[in-house]
């Protein structure tokens, strides 16, 4: 079995400022691990993810994510927040490749001028 | 770059009233994944197909049912619709041995 835990259900930064969201995991095998973004009333679009290998992982606009197995944790970060990064922030975890996704239960980023 | 696409983008029905919710994958991703996300929720696992095969089942209700055809194309049929169906129903796919999942706009399924 494997569960989410994102702590913070709404963030808010300057814009400028680090983003750091906060997600945590349980799973009794090794995890694939992901960060998806959504925005108002459209589909969940693939940020990162991580599965084997290097710990730090790049993905999409900016973001990148660290996997530390010893704290059960993998949190979203970006150095300088715009705008346009406002959203629903989701991690999610799952088994391996053909496996469903457990997400949590989200971080609503906001960006202040 | 192909997507997942999803038809209809809205639908609107009544209680005890039934809907079919259509999904074409992105071609030669070979498994397919329904969700459900209700208004300010995270998205909660129904069903999926691994080749055209159900490979697991999630807290999906026996009044759901779902199949994937031969051209890979996937339905979400729902019948007896209750006010607690009303919610976005995402399709996701995902290419052989990445684990990513690849998400459609989803259906936003209001019954009245």
């Known amino acids: 079995a494997q569960s989410v835990t994102q702590l913070g259900s709404h963030v808010s930064v300057s814009e400028g400022a680090l983003v750091l969201l906060r997600c945590n995991y349980s799973s009794s095998v090794p995890p694939y691990l992901f960060w998806y973004v959504q925005y108002p009333n459209q589909g969940l679009q693939l940020l990162l993810k991580?599965?084997?290998?290097?710990?730090l992982v790049k993905g999409i606009n900016g973001f990148e994510a660290e996997f530390k197995k010893s704290e059960t944790s993998f949190h979203l970060t970006k150095p300088s927040a715009h705008m346009s990064d406002a959203a629903e922030y989701f991690c999610?975890?799952?088994?391996?490749?053909?496996?469903?996704?457990?997400f949590g239960k989200g971080t609503l980023l906001t960006v202040n001028p | 770059a192909a997507g997942v696409i999803q038809s209809p983008r809205h639908l609107i029905k009544e209680k005890r009233e039934t809907a079919t919710l259509k999904c074409y994958p992105i071609p030669r991703h070979d498994t397919v994944y329904w969700y459900q996300q209700g208004p300010g929720q995270d998205p909660q696992f129904l069903i999926s197909f691994y080749e055209k095969m159900q490979s697991d089942k999630g807290s999906i209700p026996d009044r759901f049912s779902a199949q994937q055809f031969s051209d890979y194309h996937s339905e979400l049929n729902m019948s007896s619709l209750e006010l607690g169906d009303s919610a976005l129903y995402f399709c996701?796919?995902?290419?052989?041995?990445?684990?990513?999942?690849?998400f459609g706009p989803g259906t936003r399924l209001t019954v009245t």
């Open positions: 991580y599965t084997t290998g290097a710990t």
């Open positions: 996701a796919s995902s290419p052989p041995r990445t684990g990513e999942q690849y």
């Open positions: 999610a975890v799952s088994l391996g490749s053909n496996y469903k996704l457990t």
